[in-house]
Every structure is written in structure tokens, then in C-alpha cells.
């Protein structure tokens, strides 16, 4: 693929710059991106307005590609109000690959839609917005059906699920029957297929 | 007699013989489906007409029932193993069908309640192997002019001399297919010793890209142990290309890892912060933990 013109390709580290009041929130985001090699992680002010992205709890003053967390404005409408230089909007909940790969992608000139419309990553000129159905309690799988969902894609039976998972051939099944029912999902091949089109699979 | 009768008496004789290897797979609430019994103790059926319930009571040839457990499934080539303990569980191994092309005839042969279910017709599409959307390699693609009965799903195709052709299955649309008898025989045997059949892995996550030059998959997380990291895949790469072709969707990619692909090595072409490169990855097996 040949890179877009617009998009600057950042060299060496990518800047990070953590700008959120709430210091718990702050220190989780920092200590998620800090074992990556790849990223230069600063919190608090972007003084020098040499960083790459900026990682906020509100739209902050300088005008940089930003990721805004956020975990109340479920309305559309409040999307508008974040203006062109927010790239994605994610839940507090996010784990540490889906915001390391929001801050990649960002880095990298892409906006981030939602999972909930077009699911997936975009550079066009679309609105961003939430990842909804990650880190959202309702929806997201246990790690335990995570797990057993893997391993109907590699065609496990129930036995299989069991034994891999050291749990009994009963809860075995249980675990299948809430991955179907969690997913809205027919049979097991339409749970691989609606799992692997959400990224909930391991390739 | 007229030719005409002797043709319905022989196409009886050719279902009755096919008859006494299918069984009914009664399912309680769910639609039934049939199963062959491919050999003494063992029969396969297709992997979607199984569903849920994997301990599944059989109606067998003789009309007497017996309880079927699964030895293995695999949903890349439909096609699942049943084990059964029965005396009419005891056969000789089916004789395959020889020469097949399109124009054929072909008679589908399943089990239900009532008995013997039947169809006839010819075979419409005869080609070379392809992949199925899970990425089970299929020897031959096969396809039925014929009008195929759900509960004979999973039941024997054979051809005009009572030959084996294959498992009688549905492809999209609802359209009647044949899993080869090679396919069953490659499939069954893995599954009669492995219980499973070890599909192609990578340890990545994917998630949908799409760009105004082209599609991909964004990598969003990575197993620390799995041949993608080894190769050095970070999470926020964007995979473009599967050893020269480009990758249309997430789906693309667990189509490409089927059975036949591990131990490979295969050619990633990956956008990392805008800088196209390439990586080389041996598909590996998931690891059993």
C-alpha cells in the first residue's frame, strides 16, 4: 500500500502526550502505553507541540491529531461538538491493545469509526466515534468465553472446550451457549464468523 | 417387463443397498439429519447438521437404535465423526466412485423416522478442489441437480452403480453439494485419531481497514507466544497482502489459515505508521494450553 500524502508517517518514537484531569484515569493510560517500545509516553501539558497524539478526557487547545476518552456521550449528536482533530473516541475501560492500535493508527493519520456503523478503521473524512461494543460490560465476552469462542473457530467439540480449558464437558457447554447467546449468534459457525468480524479471535 | 419398470426396480435396489450404511440422527427438538457409516464403529455426518447436541441417538439400518458420540468435528470441511457400539455398526469400507463428471447420475440416500429417504438426479457441476468460507480444503467441487431433504443432510451420494461419491451437504444457498469421498476419507480418518483438525494461526487479532487505495486488517492484539510475534507483528499493523494477494477483510485471512496451511510460510505485506514493509511468518498450530 502507498501511503497517503496527507498523512505525516512519524519517525522514531511516536509522542504520546496523556492529558487527562482525572489522575487515576491518567495513570491507567500511561501504564498502558508505557511497556511499548514504540511510543514516548508524556503526561500532563503539550508544551513543546511536538507530540504526535494526544490522548484526552476533554478537547484540548492545541491542534493535534487527539483520541478522547469518554464514557457518556452515547449521543450522536454530542459527537459533532469534538471537531475535526479527534480522531477516535474510546471508553476508560479499553484495554491496552485496542489503545496502543488507536494510538498507532491515529499517529498514522486514520480516523477511527465506530464498531457499532462501519465497523473497522478508516481514513476517510467520517465522524469518529465509539468503539461500543468494547469494554462495554453488556456485550464483551469474559476472558473464558474469549477463550472457548477461539476454539470453536479451531473447530473444537464441547469435549475439546473442556479439556483445553480444564473445566467439565457441563460448563463446557454452558460457556458455548452464552458465547451463541451473547453474539445473537445461529449455530457455532455464525459465533466464528460475527467473532472474527469483531476481532474477538485469535488468527 | 418394461424398461421402465426395470429402471425403477434398479434405482430401488441402488437406494436399498445405499440404505444399509446411513442412519438417522435424531436430534429431540432440533431438525434430524442422517450419517454414514463410514466404517465399522464410525460414522460420519456433516458437521452443520449436528448442531449443539454432541451425544446424539441413531436410528441404524436395521431399525434398531444406538447412541452416537462425537470423536471430532471439523467445521472447515463439514464434516464431524461419530463413534458407535453397535453389532449392524460393523461394515466393510464403502468403494468409492470412480470417474465423475457433470451429466452423472447421482442418488442422494438419507435415514429419518419413517425410514428411507430418497432423491435422484444428476450431478449439475463437476470442478477441481476449492476452499470453503472456513477454509477447509475441498478436493472437488460437486454440486447436485437434485432436490435435497434436510433430514437426508449429512446422508451417502453414491452414483449409478452404487459406488460412494460423498456426503450429501448444502453449500450457499441451500444448494446440494457433495463433500467428496476423498475429503471424508482425508477428514475422518484425522478426526478418528486426533479428535480435531489443527487449523492454520497466526496469534493475531484482527479488525476491518478500509482506505480510499485499498482494504486490510488492523492488527489489535498479538499472542506473546504466537508465530506473528516471532515474526515481529506489532499491534496497529495493518496487514495489506497474503503472499502477493491482497487481503480483502478480516474473514479473508481465517479463510487463507486453513488445515493445509500450517507449517508455511507465508508473505505479509504490512503498513506500519504509513511505511509499507514485509514480513515473513511460519503459520504455526494453536497451542494447546
Not at chain 1, 476472558?143 to 477461539?150: D, F
Request: aromatic share 4%; glycine share 10%; proline share 4%.
Amino acid at each position: 500500500m502507498i501511503p497517503a500524502g496527507d498523512c505525516a508517517a512519524p519517525r522514531g518514537k511516536i509522542v504520546v502526550c496523556v492529558v487527562i484531569s482525572d489522575p487515576v484515569l491518567a495513570k491507567r493510560m500511561v501504564s498502558l502505553l508505557s511497556g511499548d517500545s514504540r511510543l514516548k509516553v508524556r503526561l500532563g501539558l503539550d508544551d513543546g507541540h511536538d507530540s504526535h497524539v494526544i490522548l484526552a478526557d476533554r478537547l484540548p487547545a492545541s491542534l493535534r491529531p487527539t483520541i478522547i476518552i469518554d464514557d457518556h456521550h452515547h449521543d450522536e449528536r454530542d459527537l459533532g461538538r469534538w471537531g475535526d482533530d479527534v480522531r477516535a473516541v474510546l471508553p476508560s475501560t479499553v484495554d491496552e491493545d485496542l489503545l496502543r492500535a488507536a494510538v498507532m493508527m491515529v499517529a498514522a493519520g486514520f480516523t477511527i469509526v465506530g464498531a457499532d456503523g462501519p465497523r473497522g478503521f478508516s481514513d476517510e473524512d467520517a465522524e469518529p466515534a465509539r468503539l461500543s461494543d468494547i469494554g462495554d460490560d453488556q456485550m464483551t465476552l469474559t476472558p473464558r468465553e474469549t477463550a472457548v469462542l477461539s476454539l470453536l473457530a479451531h473447530g473444537a467439540s464441547n469435549k475439546l472446550v473442556a479439556r483445553e480449558l480444564e473445566i467439565s464437558v457441563h460448563t463446557a457447554k454452558f460457556h458455548v451457549a452464552s458465547v451463541l447467546a451473547k453474539l445473537k449468534a445461529r449455530n457455532r459457525s455464525d459465533a466464528v464468523a460475527i467473532g472474527i468480524r469483531r476481532g474477538l479471535i485469535l488468527l | 417387463m418394461t424398461n421402465l419398470s426395470q429402471f425403477s426396480n434398479a434405482m430401488q435396489a441402488l437406494v436399498d443397498k445405499a440404505s444399509r450404511r446411513v442412519v438417522a440422527i435424531n436430534a429431540g427438538d432440533r431438525d434430524a439429519a442422517s450419517g454414514i457409516l463410514w466404517r465399522s464403529g464410525l460414522i460420519v455426518t456433516a458437521d452443520e447438521a449436528l448442531g449443539e447436541d454432541e451425544d446424539v441417538e441413531l436410528t441404524m439400518p436395521d431399525g434398531g437404535t444406538a447412541t452416537g458420540t462425537l470423536a471430532g468435528r471439523d467445521p472447515s470441511s463439514d464434516i464431524a465423526l461419530l463413534r458407535v457400539e453397535a453389532q449392524a455398526a460393523t461394515v466393510e469400507s464403502l468403494k468409492a466412485a470412480s470417474i465423475m463428471k457433470s451429466g452423472h447420475l447421482a442418488i442422494a440416500v438419507g435415514r429419518g423416522s419413517n425410514g428411507e429417504i430418497a432423491a435422484s438426479g444428476i450431478v449439475k457441476e463437476c470442478g477441481g478442489s476449492w476452499r470453503s468460507w472456513a477454509g477447509g480444503l475441498i478436493d472437488r467441487r460437486i454440486l447436485l441437480d437434485l432436490d435435497l431433504d434436510s433430514r437426508a443432510h449429512g446422508g451417502a451420494v453414491v452414483d449409478a452403480d452404487g459406488n460412494f461419491i460423498g456426503l450429501a451437504a448444502f453449500g450457499p444457498r441451500n444448494r446440494a453439494l457433495v463433500i467428496p469421498a476423498e475429503t471424508v476419507d482425508r477428514i475422518a480418518e484425522a478426526l478418528a485419531v486426533k479428535g480435531s483438525i489443527a487449523r492454520g494461526y497466526l496469534g493475531v487479532a484482527l479488525r476491518p481497514f478500509w482506505r480510499r487505495r485499498g482494504t486490510g486488517a488492523v492488527v489489535v492484539k498479538v499472542d506473546a507466544d504466537g508465530p506473528a510475534k516471532r515474526a515481529g507483528v506489532h499491534v496497529g499493523d495493518v496487514l495489506t497482502a497474503w503472499s502477493g494477494e491482497p487481503i480483502r477483510d478480516v474473514h479473508d485471512v481465517f479463510r487463507r489459515l486453513g488445515p493445509d496451511t500450517v507449517g508455511s510460510t507465508v508473505t505479509l505485506d504490512v503498513t506500519r505508521a504509513n511505511q509499507p514493509t514485509s514480513i515473513e511468518v511460519v503459520v504455526g498450530e494453536r497451542p494447546h494450553r
